[in-house]
Structures are given as C-alpha cells and as structure tokens.
C-alpha cells in the first residue's frame, strides 16, 4: 500500500513562477496514493492550466467559488469537509497575507476558512518580499494558528535575484506530506477534527507526558560580529531545536526556547528569548537554568569569538589578514558543572568522523544525561534538512541508533527517552 492511500488533499497554486512545480507534486502526491484536489487562483491560471493537473491529478480542478458542478453540495465546504491535510504550494506573499487576516475573496482562501484540516505552506517569492517584516509577521501568525511550514530555498531566483525565496522542491514537500501523516493518527477524510489549538497541529500528537516540567531548549546558530557587518557563524537552521520546543509544548511542557537568529516562525505558547551571541545565549540559560528540570541544548554555538570587535567596517587593504579568536563559553559545560540533582541535561553532538568516540567523550567531559549524536555528512542529517539521523549516547552505556526520520518525530522520540530515563531514576531512589 502506497503512504497516502485513502488521504484526501487539496492543493492550493497560488500566482507565482513556481507554480510549474506544483504540476510535478501532483504527480508525486498522486503516485503516494492520494487523491489531489487541486484549486488554482485566478492568477496560477497565468502559469498553468487546470487541463494540466486535471491530467495529472485524475479528478476536476477548482478555479471558481461560484463554479457548482454539483447540485448536491456547496464545492469549497464539500472539499474543506473532505480534506485531510491542505498544501499551498506555492504560496505567494500574496496569499499568506489572506490567510493571516482571514480574507476569502477566491475559491482557494474560501476553502481555506471553511476547513478544519491542518495546513502546509511552501512559500514562494523573492528574496526580499519573503524578508520583508509583513510577511514574517504573516507567517508567525499563521504558525500561531496551527499551520507548518515548508522552507524554502537559496540560490538564483526566477527574478535575477540570489537568496533564499524558491520554493522547496516537489520531492521536499511530498516527503513533509508523507513524514506528517506517518507522525501520528490523523482522521480519515469526513471524521471530526479538533480545533488547530486542541490537534497540536505544530508537531505531533499531545499526550501530556510531559506536563508538570520545565524544559529549557536553545536552538539556532550564534553569530560571533568582526565588525558592523561581518560575523562568524554556522549552518544551522535551527530547524531540530525548534522541533524539540515544540514537541515538549504539545506533550505539555512548559517551554523556555533560547533561539539564535534564524529564519522560522516563533513557536506559539512558549517563552521565547531571542539571542544572538554566544555570550548573550549563555547569560540566557544560566538565567533560565535554576528553575529547568530538562535542558536540552540543541543550538550550534560558536566555538570561537574574536578578540577584538571592530567599531567600523574593516577596508579591504592586506592580501591576507589574521583574525585572532579566543574560546566562547562553553554552554553545555556550564550547565553539566551546575546540574542540580533532578535535572536532565541533554547535549547535541554534530560530527564528521568517530562519532561514537566524540559523543561518548562528550557525554562524560559535559556531565550530560544524554548526547543526541550525528554524522552531518551523513544524506538526510546534515543542517538545514527536515530530517535527522541520530543515535542517542546514555549516562547509562547505551547506543541507541535511530532511522532516519523527520526532526519532530527525532523530538518525540528524544522525550520518549528523556521520559523513560527520568522513570529509572526515580526507581532506584
């Protein structure tokens, strides 16, 4: 049986040069076994034709809220109705802006209002539109409502422009599609839904498991400045720490996240603390720390800052120049010599080589409960993927490899040992 069988989705094509790619996901959501039901805007219609993916999708396409082919049923609340999960791709700034402020002028954001299923969103635009503040303030809001994102990516731009604002790839998003509906139970098509709130639409399942804690998470990278306009930093999207947040959230934790800059939406109903250095990160824990019972710090902090921080631009002048750097603090190593007995620590190990010898070496040199390692040269684990691939080093000797899998179904997991562990302790009390 094919992953999607029986799931009945609707595809949202909004007015952008990427929506020739929406032609290729209908193909591959059809071929998981879904039924596609495509709704193109007015201006999608300027790109694509609805004979295309009425080709590739098998069913009718929607262009028109007033177009009533069946007598029996009102078609936007009869798809709403239908729909167990709803991917706009690509989403235009446009669009996100509609759906923020609950606009329904079209056939696509009347459905949108009128259904219950979750919501997947993989933007689409130019560089600086997808920067602007209004759009991130749209895609904070509709994170707030439940809806989940599919980054987007980096490189040239239909418009000349090089950045981040193209579309994820057709292959990306049916993989999001296929790891969200193998994360938990979702209803079949025509079952009651929760509200988005109650559905823990932001990740997984809520079982609660976790309520009665305070989880502290950092995530992101740190920028370490030169000067005004020149820092130090790393790859990290930030994507895992965020997936930890929010799956303690839905469990119900109540969460501190410490973020570094990066380029997702903040996660609704936790505290959110925005850092930038390694510095300011770790004055944020230790701040935080005294009342955390599990820490999880997720984030790729500087190793190294520089000794002197320029007040203005350094010019171009010598062929080559040296930068003197000198050790960041060191999070992780803090926060093991302060544990307070109760508390959980867990530590990240990202690696190239002898992952298991560093990790293991970590988790004793750290006084960490626990090291979630990886190998990011490894296809699927490296920063900025919607997956990991990890294996869990225990206080305890133990070496538990996972599979690859989305980063929130690595969160879930990561708790369900976090969980297990903290059972053992009390058993031995």
């Known amino acids: 049986m094919q992953p999607l069988t029986g799931k009945s989705i609707i595809l949202g094509v909004t007015g952008g040069i990427a929506a020739y790619k929406a032609a290729a996901l209908t193909s591959k959501l059809t071929q998981l076994g879904a039924q596609v039901h495509v709704i193109l805007t007015e201006n999608a219609q300027q790109f694509v034709q ?66 219950k299923a979750p919501i997947l969103i993989a933007p689409a635009m130019n560089v600086n539109m997808y920067d602007h503040p209004a759009v991130k303030a749209n895609m904070r809001r509709l994170a707030e409502m439940g809806c989940r994102f599919v980054e987007p990516g980096e490189g040239l731009l239909a418009c000349g422009w090089i950045g981040k604002g193209r579309m994820a790839e057709p292959e990306e998003i049916a993989e999001a599609v296929v790891h969200f509906f193998q994360e938990g139970r979702h209803p079949a098509a025509g079952e009651q839904r929760p509200p988005a709130a109650e559905a823990g639409l932001a990740g997984g399942g809520s079982t609660g498991d976790l309520r ?20 130090i930093s790393n790859h990290s999207s930030g994507k895992m720490g965020y997936a930890i947040a929010e799956a303690a ?86 926060v093991g010599e302060r544990k307070q007995p109760g508390q959980f620590v867990v530590g990240f190990a990202a690696e190239t080589e002898n992952l298991d010898g560093y990790a293991t070496g970590k988790l004793k040199r750290k006084n960490a409960d626990l090291i979630v390692g990886n190998n990011v040269l490894a296809e ?5 993927t919607d997956t990991n691939l990890v294996t869990f080093f225990t206080a305890d000797g133990q070496a538990l490899e996972q599979p690859l899998m989305s980063k929130r179904q690595v969160a879930d997991k990561l708790f369900d040992l976090v969980l297990q562990q903290l059972a053992v302790r009390r058993e031995r009390r």
């Open 212 to 231: 009665g804690l305070k989880v502290l998470v950092t995530a992101g990278p740190t920028r370490e400045r030169i000067d005004p306009v020149r820092y």
């Open 249 to 334: 959230r839905d469990r119900g934790g109540e969460v501190v996240l410490i973020s570094g800059p990066v380029a997702l939406p903040r996660p609704d109903g936790v505290t959110f603390v925005a850092v930038e250095s390694a510095q300011e990160m770790y004055d944020a824990v230790m701040a935080h720390l005294p009342e955390s019972d599990v820490i999880v710090k997720a984030a790729a902090v500087s190793d190294y800052r520089p000794v002197n921080v320029h007040a203005h631009k350094l010019k171009k002048q010598a062929d080559r120049v040296t930068l003197e750097l000198e050790k960041a603090p060191d999070i992780l190593q803090a």
């Open 50 to 115: 609805p004979l295309t993916f009425q080709a590739l999708s098998h069913l009718p396409v929607h262009v028109d809220t007033f177009g009533e082919p069946n007598p029996g049923a009102i078609a936007h609340i009869d798809l709403a109705d239908r729909a167990d999960l709803v991917v706009i791709a690509p989403a235009t700034a446009n669009l996100l802006g509609k759906m923020a402020h609950g606009i329904a002028d079209d056939m696509l954001t009347t459905t949108l209002l009128a259904t």
């Open 380 to 384: 699927g684990a490296g920063m900025g």
